[in-house]
Structure formats: C-alpha cells, structure tokens
Nanobody, 120 residues
Framework: QVQLVESGGGSVQAGGSLRLSCAAS????????MGWFRQAPGKEREFVAT???????YYADSVKGRFTISRDSANNTVYLQMNSLKPEDTAVYSC??????????????WGQGIQVTVSS
C-alpha cells in the first residue's frame, strides 16, 4: 500500500520558519517527482513546489525565495523548508508524488495533508 505521510506542520508567527517532511512508503519513489500543494479555507488548491529525481525544481511565484524543496531519495523523503512565513501561507499542505514533473495537480499519489497556520 502506497502512503505519503506528512509531518512538521503547526503554528508559527509571521516571519517564522517551519520544515515539512513527507515520508513515502509502499514503493520506491526515487524515480518519481515529489512535491507540495496547499489549500487554504475557501480557496482552490494551489501548487507550491516540486522536485524531480535529478534535482530540478519548480516553485510557485508566491513562495520563490522563501521556500526550498529538497529530497532524500535513498529514504523516500521530501522536505519543504518554509522561511519568512506570511499569514497568507496558512493552509493545509499536501505531499504529492508522480511519474511526471508538473505544476498541475496531475500526481498519482497524495498525502492526507498537514495544517500550517501563520499568525500576524
């Protein structure tokens, strides 16, 4: 059974940092693209960042320069380092994995999501 399990969410004040982790199990994801989407209350789900097996990355314009995605392929884990957090970053963040590197939500596997709350 394939699972993506997120951790590291929580509450932080504006300007603070959080690091999200996503542990994948059930298959080898070393060849897969992995990334993050988020959804805020009352808003549509949006792309945040993604990384492929060669380290190529894409970021949403809203997080460029503040968020960094990385991966540990040997351990099937992807990370999202979030710095200079803003209240508008408040959302449920979901880990994704798929065979194609894309900014669209066409990923094969999705985690349950984890809450990130940024207070002003």
């Amino acid at each position: 059974q394939v699972q993506l399990v997120e951790s590291g969410g929580g509450s932080v004040q504006a300007g603070g940092s959080l690091r999200l982790s996503c542990a994948a199990s059930g298959r080898t994801f070393s060849t897969y693209a992995m990334g993050w989407f988020r959804q805020a209350p009352g808003k549509e789900r949006e792309f945040v960042a993604t990384i492929n097996r060669n380290g190529i990355t894409y970021y949403a314009d809203s997080v460029k320069g503040r968020f960094t995605i990385s991966r540990d392929s040997a351990n099937n884990t992807v990370y999202l380092q979030m710095n200079s957090l803003k209240p508008e970053d408040t959302a449920v963040y979901s880990c994704v994995a798929g065979s194609v590197l894309t900014t669209r939500d066409h990923y094969d596997y999705w985690g349950q999501g984890i809450q990130v709350t940024v207070s002003s």
